[in-house]
């Protein structure tokens, strides 16, 4: 039985790429099919514990390594000894000390006849036209399948590929996300649940602000000072990693909400397996990304029940063009999003966009749907006329 292999770009973040990944298991699990995949990590990375945790050993093979680039080079090494017609999928393979790991592993790929997909999660672009020329030559050499986790993705990685098969929206447990009557919150919400204020929740990596993939955090400060100016008692609580030295960013962060006067209604925390628990405890998602390429916590959020504030830019701003537009903002225009917030947590219309919404995503981001989707992609099962014509569209 033919297998798809699996090598991830990042063992150490946690982040949508890692779950969509966790999902991607669950899925072959259900289908009964699990002996059809494997999925190579660093052993001890983040990702190993993650996969562990969700009890997906089976489909894992760990390999020892000391950082990502040795791991990409022992696990390409191992996949070359597996049967030529297994596909590979580089999943994020983006980090530019990969590109010369992947340039030299290209050749006996090609030559192997091995099927070759890359799954964009993100836009994969290089502000130095040095990295930006490598990036192309190793994306010319190894000729991969693209796969994208939204257009706005594709337009961008058009440039290194433009062979892209299709747009893959990441799916969500809709089992696991729902809201849920929890008796006990989670500790960290308690005094503020206590305190009556409403909890603006922004699930969100911290990370250095002006990137490309900028998460926008910094924005979150001055639209909660409006929110206050205008009597409105909002918290705003970010749940994610800060990879930092000596966490920067988090400091960086809560220095801004101390100047702005509202330290008091501004909390961090760090990453959460049971990031589901406090959704159950939001009255609105914030997120102000304004290049994010796909936007899980707005999936996440609305199959939980909770409305949410997100950029008209990026694949945010597609997503929500779907069911909300009305909830979305400029990412930059903060008295918008302060507005926008306060209309939508009291709109008595938004339990009927909620219904629409929930609805939208019970169709497009199904755990079984983003299988069979992969599966057929990957050759493992014969593609459906639908597929086909998809793939006509992309």
């Known amino acids: 039985m033919r297998k798809l292999l699996i090598l991830p770009g990042d063992c150490d973040v946690l982040g949508g790429t890692v779950v969509t990944l966790s999902l991607l298991i669950k899925g072959f699990e259900q289908l009964n099919v699990a002996e059809s995949l494997c999925v190579l990590v660093r052993a001890d990375s983040l990702i190993e514990k993650y996969l562990h945790q969700a009890g997906q050993r089976a489909c ?14 022992k696990a390409l090494q191992w996949v070359n000894q597996q049967p030529s017609d297994y596909p590979l999928l580089l999943d994020n393979c983006n980090h ?21 997909f890359y799954f964009f999660h993100d836009l994969s672009l290089s502000y130095n036209y040095v990295g930006y020329l490598l990036r192309k030559l190793t994306f010319v050499c190894l000729a991969p399948v ?8 594709a337009k961008h990685v058009r440039q290194f590929r433009s062979d892209i098969r299709a747009i893959m929206y990441q799916p969500v447990d809709l ?15 308690q005094p503020i649940l206590k305190s009556g204020a409403k909890i603006i929740l922004t699930p969100s990596r911290l990370n250095q602000p002006g990137g490309m993939n900028d998460k926008n955090l910094r924005s979150l400060i001055p639209v909660l000072a409006q929110l206050r100016a205008s009597g409105h008692h909002f918290h ?20 801004s909400a101390k100047n702005a006067h509202i330290a008091d209604y501004f909390t961090i925390l760090p990453p959460t397996f049971a990031i589901e628990d406090y959704y159950s405890f939001a009255d609105i998602v914030v997120t102000l990304a304004p290049r994010e390429p796909f936007g899980r916590i707005v999936v996440e959020a609305i199959a939980c029940g909770v409305p949410i504030v997100g950029s008209c830019t990026g694949g945010i701003g597609e997503i929500l063009s779907h069911f909300a537009s009305e909830w979305m903002v400029d990412p930059n225009d903060t008295l918008a999003a302060a507005q926008t917030i306060i209309r939508v947590t009291n709109d ?8 629409k919404a929930k609805s939208w995503v019970e169709q497009n981001c199904t755990i079984d749907k983003y299988t069979q989707t992969m599966m057929e992609i990957s050759g493992l099962i014969s593609l459906t006329s639908k597929q086909k014509e998809l793939n006509r569209v992309c």
């Not at 990969?98 to 091995?114: E, F, I, M």
């Open 60 to 73: 894992v093979k760990s390999i020892s390594a000391n950082n990502q680039v040795e791991f990409c080079t």
């Open 96 to 116: 530019r000390l990969l590109q010369l790991v992947l340039l030299r592993a290209s050749p006996r790929l090609r030559l192997n006849g091995r099927p070759v």
């Open 146 to 153: 693209g796969i994208c986790n939204s257009h706005f993705t």
């Open 175 to 189: 089992t696991r996300f729902q809201r849920q009557v929890i008796l006990n919150p989670p500790s960290e919400l």
């Open 236 to 255: 705003c609580v970010i749940i994610g990693h800060d990879a930092s030295p000596v966490q920067i960013y988090t400091q960086e962060l809560l220095r």
């Open 348 to 355: 008595a219309n938004t339990p009927k966009v909620l219904i």
